[in-house]
């Protein structure tokens, strides 16, 4: 059974930081390629940052680019987003997935809020 809890969303002051964090089971983690995304209210769900299964390779999202950073660890099978510099509008309920253009499998969601 595959599961994706998120945990690490909170409320956080526009310039503020918060890490979210992704602990995964039930499949070959190592061999994944993950991602993080946000839905926001009355928006559609949208890509944050992928990183591939070695960790090499990512890619973000023009809004948080040079602000979030995405990073795995394949030993924990954990993936991490780092979010600096937070903005109102990065307020959102974020998920984890497995894979990138199509998941195969989502999260349950942590809500991020970025409130003065």
């Known amino acids: 059974q595959v599961t994706l809890v998120e945990s690490g969303g909170g409320l956080a002051q526009p310039g503020g930081s918060l890490r979210l964090s992704c602990a995964a089971s039930?499949?070959?983690?190592?061999?994944?390629?993950m991602s993080w995304h946000r839905q926001a209210p009355g928006k559609a769900r949208e890509l944050v940052a992928y990183?591939?299964?070695?960790?090499?390779?990512?890619i973000y999202a023009d809004s948080v680019k040079g602000r979030f950073t995405i990073s795995r660890d394949n030993a924990k099978k954990t993936v991490d987003l780092q979010m600096n510099g937070l903005k109102v509008e990065d307020t959102a309920v974020y998920f984890c997935?497995?894979?990138?253009?199509?998941?195969?499998?989502w999260g349950q969601g942590t809500q991020v809020t970025v409130s003065s």
């Open positions: 997935a497995r894979g990138y253009m199509r998941p195969s499998h």
């Open positions: 990183i591939s299964y070695t960790g090499v390779n990512t």
């Open positions: 039930g499949f070959t983690f190592g061999f994944a390629d």
